[in-house]
């Protein structure tokens, strides 16, 4: 197939010359986007005042995008196809404005981008304007659900659109560029997760354009055989596309996408009716075209088309250079928009022939609105799954490990809608039991000896692979289209998908903002384990509990931290994120057994609340505290509640108050998130001058910023971590940080003023205990039994 | 290449012997260290009391890593070579301790672990136990540059180390788990950037054992054909190593590694001899191997050598099971330790015979401890490349513009040791002027067009590729191995790093403090440019500011941030990173022509203060004020100075104070960081009680997070990116998050008391201002010419 035979006869002259003709009017758009305000269809000759004042937009991959898409319409009305397109290079709107402005589903959705002369001067106006369009795929592009803002993701998100749509067909433009880039480069492995009967089928179109901002592009510049080696090799079958002039290219691409939708039908038919499912060889296309493609071919003796510097506006002087301004209008007419547009401005039928119909259009394509697709999660009773409770911090479950099942059963009853996502760690993160209800998806080889305990099949529905962003890209594009899902990893390493959560928060922002007639999509739901506070064996470089505070700079409509203590309280949450709809929800988590705190009503009660008072560790019996001990997260809780039980030991006639923070963002005003309390509740909580000790989960600065316009901040003593570690026992790496036992005790008595003298002897033996325990751990490697079993003293109470 | 040709006569019966004794004595040391806390020679038969209490570590990978650092050994030897060693794998390290213990340069660091019985003994002990050795190869391990504890970025950091290391041969061992990331997957794609003549080589050795944690690994499970054809497409000539017989296995890798370093030196030799220079196929090995390759073979039925179940510890329960204790012993005892070591623990003649000598040890070689080679930077004056100063805010110029020709120069001066790293875009960021000293480097394909302007040389020395991964990797082996260079890249895609930095932070730090032996490196420089401010037209997916709360959370003792507000202090700031060793420097200047606030000197002066009083820009005259109107950043501090010159204009009486910040951690307590003001002299330039407005450039919480602990924190208001943003102009963009010269005054008026009637009038006036520009952006497209030229009115003063 890398040579594509001379079959040149699927194409009528009908079908070029109608085919040519949308090219050329999108192209025409495209044009007009980047330059004019006025005299969108030249009717008059082009002058200066026709022209924006500032000249904004990329040219560079546009025709070449355009003449995808246009081949495409002409594959998805042959075939009846049900297709959508991602735009994997950067700046990729102007091709995708113009085409859905052309087939009509621009106007469905902004009816004053009407497909007529005034509502193609409107779109020139609005495009790269301040307040109106951006020159990305966001979310208020028809059609797009991969903004291309950041690159290398364009082959997950297609990859996730796949997978559960047996009849979609994905065509994911990979900019030569992007293709540089690391998340990309991996995301070629995806077709080892794809299955032939059950999933859809990617189509990446790699757009060779040989040239990124400023150089040409490492694989433009690496020979053809090499070039077909590394596809081959990555498991595709590439078919090469190339050349420069229309009608060769129109029949050549014709050629090549009639060939990938045959093998692509192909490997699904044979698949889906012989049961047999093995990995198929996958095509794809690689189209060399020139950058800047039908452009202007040079200026100034530098080469325009064919060069970088296509890459943003082609001729940029346009202002006060008249030579320029008729180089622009002699490239604008070489398209005759005369013959492409009647007198209105309507697109003349030739250009509207291969368009298909309805839905059917990629830019009304309901998989690319994925939130009409969308059925709400079957859950059975989160209730169901709680933990046995011997009474408040009597007994040890593994958090993570308790909503295991909770998750195999919604795998069960959602057979079709619902993934669990993890860089090779859903086993380490103790949900294994998710492979009760599927194995995991794999379609590499296998070997006899997987059948014992590798859980490997082609049609299991838990997804890893050694890759973040492969993770986190097939979840968003999954997400995007309709589904659910959850992708749970390392806390340390979910800084490695920093950049793309960043990007789908920013998205859904948009979205719920400014492109209403989209529909919501799931929450995308990150469940991060092996917390910082059970690195103490990995040591220094698995502990880093920073993702919140990345997470904490985007927009408040979207997102939400959630810190549950234990077992039941995390099965809680999870019903409540995995029901939501245009979040980031956040699940801080751990895997190890934990102390259970509450009872299944006590925690759905406290989650609801996401804040509250544990009377049971408290002493203040609704009075006003000395002092109150408060804490986010759940390994940290358990050295709170040990500092609690401390201090009502030895000091017995202290009022401590023991808060617990589940929902971070209930600390913040309420005016700054939709979740936080009102100032006279937070008052309430916190007290308004009462000394507030506060054991954080992550770096404790993240909790002064949220709680700076607090009437009692200035009492907020937070302890986390400090970024102190090592290979360490789990006690010896608090006491580092400053949030164990002793030191949260310690810090109680040194804030509240009647200690200082009666405290002194106390303080004195926490601290001989705390170097205690240092000992111990430097001397066996463990922490004493008593730590390591501790509970709360109840019968004491 | 791919099928070794058999000549199995490299080796002697007595090579053969001596590898096999030292792999075995290794493979020995592994076991030892993750079991034994007593009886290391096993003259005992094992019992319970000689193990550790708690088992920690990952067999794993480490036989195939003995195995290659064995034979690397005796390459090294039969030709001398300059060598050092990457391990990729995660958890690598007790192969490289057992090695690094074997040859002695382990003990040359750390006497107390002698190369005798008491020593090893020590060794095992102190292996993952508290406060001591972790399981990555971490900054305290002879011989590494390259923890591995998150994974991906081994190939990048080998390929940093060569660059500029003519006699350099880096051996980077690339994990089959750690293939699958995004940033490894890219990193192949360095060999296009590696310049025979000048840099060194990378002898990649792909560890396919098959398994990560949990899972078979993607490139174990394709086939032979495909993984061939994938490295070959990525430029490399593969040379496979297959099996588990030991002698076999011996002969084989001794053949593949005379075949590769042969190669290597004949590329290095004809490059160099001709002076013609193209991209050789340089050759690379692909071991497979059994995970756990000679432990325990199964255990209960279920397989453990060649499976994911010797991952980490493959007899787990030796504490409790008799049997497994006697398979641990029988496993221990397979290495024959009383033919390896004599009676006294020390390694016998036939284990040492392949050991190099002194720095040839590959954990001796000084490359691996690079502060031992680093030469101080020769850096010509900053002061002479001062923009004209016009007066105060008076003109305008691009920050990094102006910074382009000190970096040239730089390079200039340094043409072996500094090199520039950006992704695509040095030119985009303003520093094209550092193509005049060296054009890009680039040995993929060239073409006759890219004379005009391309800059593409294969002896240039700015580093291009569009993956912030590669670069960020490429720049930190650069340094470690005791260089100099400077990463820029667009702020809002920093966040790719974010990981990456973290884990440089979390080196440098324990460098710094538990590694002394380490000699200090150069900072890692960091300058982000295309900043939030001016991405108004790339819009929302190009606006975040965060990357500076990722660095906040790092280590006082290395992070370090900078905001200049113009381009001689850019200057000044550059200057004094570039000089520093063991920071993270990070930078942020914009590239779009700014004003210039200082002259030269009072830019150096303001810049060794770090923050300080404006005096042509306050009212107070060293008088007590009314408000300070405080700034950091860039643009921002434009921002703020027109709103001090609308408050002048219109409240003349109002006493003003006008502070700038360009090392933000002054703003910290001197106790969190040694940058920190004390409380005296932050008290005296914030006042202790009066309203501070303070412009942030970035999200504006980090200020709040820095000053908590400050007298005056409560008078603070900060106003800052907000994570409000579309296609804007500037100014709309600045109105949309309250950083505006009108909303600062208003936030002025506000927090005045006195101001609450006599102000009142203006803020009417200041809103319409607002109103106006924000409709004048959507009329136009652009900002009034009076606010897009504004200057600050300095003859009013």
Redesign the interface.
Known sequence: MSTTPMNNNILTQADINYLDALWRASNYLCAGMIYLKDNPLLKAPLAPGHL???L?GHWGSSPGQTFIWTHLNRIIKAHDLNMIYLSGPGHGAPAVLAQTWLEGSYTDVYPDKSRDASGMAALFRAF?????????C?PEVPGSIH?G????YCLSHAFGAAFDNPDLIVAAVVGD??A????????W?SN?FLNPVRDGAVLPILHLNGY???????LA???QE??????????WEPCFVEGDAPTTMHREMAQALEQCITRIRQAQTQARASGVVHRPRWPMIVLRTPKGWTGPKNWDG??IE??WRSHQVPLADVHNNPGQLAALEDWMRSYAPEALFDNDGHPVPDVLALIPEGDRRMGANLHANGGRLRKPLKLPGFQDYAVPFKGHAQSRVSPTGALGPFLRDIMVANPDNFRLFSP?????NRLQAAYEASP?T?L????P??A???F?APDGRVM???????LEGWLEGYLLTGRHGLFNTYE??V??V??MV??HA?WL??SRQ?ARWRAPVSSLNILVSSLVWRQ???????Q?P?FL??V????AEVARIYLPPDANCLLSVADHCLRSTDYVNVIVADKQPHLVYLDMPEAAAHCAKGAGIWPWASTDADDEPDVVMACAGDIITQEALAAAALLRQHLPDLKLRFVNVVDLFRLQSASAHPHGLNDPDFDALFTRDKPVIFAFHG?P??I???V?RRTN??GFHVRGYR?KG????PL?LAIQNGIDRYSLAIDAIDHVPRLQNTGAHFKEYLKEQRIAAVAH??E???DTTDIANWTWPEAAH
């Open positions: 924006k004042a500032r904004l790269s304007f301040p307040g109106q369009l951006g020159s990305h966001t903004e803002g950041e690159l290398g560029g992007e540089e880039t690391g998340p990309l480069a991996t995301a492995h080892k990124k901002i400023a150089n040409p592009t490492v510049r690496i020979s090499e070039l077909e080696q590394l596809f081959r090799g990555y498991g530098h080469a064919g060069s090779d760690e859903n086993a380490s995991k794999w590499a080889d296998t070997l000896q997987d014992d305990g590798g490997l890893e692979m050694l890759s973040e962003h492969t340390s390493f800084h490695i920093d950049s960043n990007q920013k922002d948009k400014e103490d064996h990995n040591g220094f470089t698995h880093d920073g505070d990345v904490c700079n985007k927009s770096y600065w993240l002064h910023r949220l700076y901040h200035a970024e090592n290979i360490n026992t010896e751990a430097h066996y490697g463990t």
